[in-house]
């Protein structure tokens, strides 16, 4: 069965500062992953997608996430946080078959500090 | 951008009713989805549909839950006799292939009294 572990409930940084998420996944095979944000009372927006090739990501708001097979990781990165980031993060794997359900971690809360 | 909606924005209901939650998928998608999120949880997947029929169910998607697609364009939940626990914010979600990403609605928020 397919699983994801973010160990970081919550995460405060400065704005300006750098910024990674962690993400693990368990998946038998090569898997999809994604990177969704969710700010209060809003739904899930797709920052960025690995679906396959190369293992650097890039996403919308200057979010970017590197595969690593090796590790089973796949951690968000943004070299310069902005106040308008502070939000809930999820990450979560897909199944390459079948009804292509998500499954998602407990999410991670990052709170930005002006 | 085209985006997936989903009608009420918050529904009230007294435990042991019928509820129906709404959600317009985006217009060229086929895959469509449905989850809930338990205040203070992760978000857990119900559901997925293609071609006018369920792909995958989870465990938590049990006989009082159904999903139809009435017409071309609304894909509905169905919580025949809700349950306390079944308060949640569900979101409905829509892709264009089972291998391309999940687009989320804003989600319904379900109150059970």
């Known amino acids: 069965a397919q699983s994801v572990t973010q160990p970081d409930i919550h995460i405060t940084v400065s704005e300006g500062a750098s910024l990674e998420l962690r993400c693990n996944y368990s998946y038998g095979a090569t898997p999809y992953l994604f990177w969704y944000v969710q700010s209060p009372g809003q739904g899930l927006q797709l920052l960025l997608k690995y679906f396959s090739g190369d293992t650097l990501v890039q996403g919308i708001k200057g979010f970017e996430a590197e595969f690593k097979r090796s590790q089973s990781s796949f951690n968000l990165r943004k070299p310069s946080v902005h106040w308008s980031d502070a939000a809930e993060y999820f990450c979560a794997v897909g199944a390459t078959g079948g009804g292509n359900k998500l499954t998602f971690g407990t999410g991670t809360q990052l709170k930005v500090e002006l | 951008e085209p985006e997936v909606t989903q009608t009420p924005s918050h529904q009230v209901t007294q435990m042991g009713q019928e509820v129906i939650l709404r959600c317009v998928p985006i217009s060229n998608h086929l895959y469509f989805y449905w989850y809930r999120q338990i205040l203070g949880q992760k978000v857990e997947f119900l559901v997925s549909f293609y071609n006018n029929e369920i792909s995958e169910k989870s465990e938590i998607f049990d006989d009082q839950f159904s999903v139809e697609r009435p017409d071309g364009s609304n894909f509905t939940l169905k919580i025949r006799s809700t349950k306390l626990e079944d308060s949640a914010m569900y979101f409905c979600?829509?892709?264009?292939?089972?291998?391309?990403?999940?687009?989320f609605g804003d989600g319904t928020r379900l109150s059970i009294l």
């Open positions: 979600a829509s892709s264009a292939a089972n291998n391309q990403p999940q687009h």
